[in-house]
């Protein structure tokens, strides 16, 4: 037993501590009661037992059994390169029972080591694991390397019963005033005395400091909670009190929309809580929460466990609007539902899903055929195609006669001449041109077929009217399925025997047309072109 310095304003605290302490300790003769009842039914073995259950009972008679009842930080090896990758290479096994460990943290992080919290040259040794069913907390020492972990110290419950009022830690975040720690129970052996909270640690001697919150306002459920350093706000979220979890779910409970259903938004420093938000009744057990990654954005999210009025699960968006007060989003817009149950059947506790419903973990990107997918449209063309010329051709020939025949007895003699020929061809010509187009759009188009190897064959066509004016953009293509996108996009280059025509009808596209007399002066030009190249 800890010895504990209590001054006047803690009695009242001391009082439910010393209860809370007799309730586990009865909760610990209780476990050792139910051990030896399993060890005096498993004395005498019956002579037609299996071996492999004999040798499981004998198990129960040695000090394994006490060790299934004690908690242990395991440490695995997550090297792929190592000879023991993926066993466990290293145990700190706890020397209490009963203990039930949650979400364990560090002693410092990012939050912890801002130059404004008075510690920021703290270091990342410590880890801090809570057991919710004892209220015990062990901060064990990883300063040697995971593979000499060891714990540093044990903060027994009487200590966080009596400086707190609160019980069953559960999450731990180190913060910028040392460690945060969230829990589920207040005060009495069943933890309902006062509501749950958090409560701060020193992140150095890890001495328990006292409760975190100075008006909770309507706050009497709790579970997790995040912050934004830079807005200077937390959120909690609320899951339900002791006893509607520990011995399993209560149905009544959940079914009267009893367990948590809000948001609370905490002044951080003064510890005030400034808003709260009821998500509403029906959305039971609002747990997890998640801020954006960049800590410059005001807004988060929520998971909620379930609607009692469908039995699906919800994520809710919550943001900081510009007045400083805070918003949720909508349920039926801004909130991504997944299906956690739908209509029950005899023979399984899994619902037959819908053909057309995907699975839990499936993405958004178009798979079927009636799916759709959008194309991203960004064609640059750009021609540069120069031709020169420069033939030439001369001929010179001549030719003499002496009039001399050789055959002066039948024919007279013939004057003598001669003939000379020159002829000259000269050709030169330049061609230079130049052409260069942009466009860029976005077509959401539909998987009209399905090729033999996987690949989508795509179709979509858009119609925009504006002031008497109609344009059109017709898009096909195949595209490959691993080209798309998880934002279930594809880029036109990726399309394969792309089609995209793009025209438009109307008062515009009347006037851009040339008139007829010049369409025929330019078919006549382009008649003339094509004969001189023939002659050529």
């Known amino acids: 037993m800890a010895t504990l310095v209590i001054d006047q304003n803690l009695k009242v605290r001391e009082s ?3 209860g809370t302490v007799e309730f586990l300790e009865q909760e610990r003769i209780k476990m050792r009661r139910r051990l030896e009842e399993v060890e005096a039914k498993l004395k005498d073995f019956p002579a037609n037992m299996p071996r492999a259950a004999i040798e499981l009972a004998k198990e129960w008679r040695t000090d394994r059994a006490l060790r299934r009842l004690e908690a242990l930080l395991a440490v695995v090896d997550v090297d792929p390169k190592s000879k023991t990758y993926g066993q466990i290479v290293h145990q700190v096994i706890m020397p209490n029972t009963g203990d039930e460990f949650h979400h364990f943290g560090w002693n410092a992080c990012s939050s912890a080591l801002s130059p404004l919290t008075g510690h920021a040259f703290l270091e990342r040794r410590y880890l801090i694991i809570p057991g919710i069913r004892s209220s015990r907390i062990y901060v064990i020492d990883c300063g040697d390397g ?3 972990a060891k ?3 044990i903060i027994e419950p009487e200590e966080v019963f009596a400086k707190t009022g609160y019980s069953r830690p559960h999450t731990i975040h ?6 945060y720690v969230s829990t589920l129970g207040g005060g009495g052996p069943n933890g309902t005395d006062g509501p749950p909270g958090i409560f701060l640690m020193d992140c150095e001697t890890f001495d328990v400091i006292g409760r975190y919150e100075m008006d909770r306002g309507p706050q009497d459920k ?8 830079p807005r200077d706000y937390m959120v909690s979220s609320e899951w339900g009190l002791p006893p509607q979890f520990e011995g399993g779910l209560v149905p009544e409970d959940l079914l009267s929309n009893k367990y948590g259903h809000s948001l609370h938004f905490w002044d951080l420093r003064a510890r005030k809580n400034i808003q709260t938000i009821d998500l509403g009744e029906n959305h039971q057990m609002a747990l997890e929460i998640r801020p954006a990654h960049d800590p410059a954005k005001d807004y988060g999210f929520c998971g909620v466990v379930v609607d009692t009025t469908n039995l699906q699960g919800a994520i809710f968006t919550w943001w900081q609007n510009d007045d400083g007060t805070f918003g949720r989003g909508n349920y039926s817009r801004n909130v991504a539902v997944v299906s956690l149950a739908g209509p029950l059947h005899a023979g399984s506790i899994w619902a037959k899903r819908d053909a057309h419903a995907k699975t839990l973990y499936a993405d958004d990107v178009a798979r079927k055929i009636g799916d759709v997918l959008t194309i991203k449209i960004a064609e640059d063309s750009k021609v540069d195609n120069k031709a020169k010329r420069d033939l ?4 010179d020939r001549s030719s003499t006669f002496d009039g001399e025949l050789g055959i002066d007895h039948l024919v007279p003699s013939i004057p003598g001449f001669t003939m000379s020929a020159q002829t000259a061809n000269e050709l030169k010509s330049k061609a230079d041109y130049k052409d260069q187009r942009s466009f860029q759009d976005s077509v959401t188009v539909v998987v009209v077929d399905i090729m033999p190897n996987g690949n989508l064959v795509l179709f979509g066509r858009r119609e925009m009217k504006v002031n ?9 293509g195949v595209a490959r399925p691993e080209d798309v996108g998880s934002d279930n996009r594809v880029k036109s280059v990726y399309l394969a025997d792309a089609r995209i025509e793009y025209y438009g009808q109307g008062v515009l596209a ?17 008649a003339r072109t094509r004969f001189e190249q023939c002659l050529r």
Do not use: M
Not at 222 to 229: G, I, K, P, R, V
Not at 468 to 476: A, D, G, P, W
């Open 222 to 229: 709790h579970y997790d909670f995040w912050w934004n350093l």
């Open 146 to 148: 995971p593979t000499k």
């Open 16 to 18: 439910q501590a010393t």
């Open 392 to 395: 030439q051709k001369e001929t």
């Open 510 to 526: 009347d006037k851009q047309r040339p008139g007829w007399g010049t369409r025929i002066l330019d078919h006549l030009s382009a």
């Open 468 to 476: 008497n004016e109609v344009q059109f953009i017709v898009v096909s």
């Open 174 to 179: 180190c913060g910028p005033e040392g460690i």
């Open 151 to 153: 714990i540093h110290k």
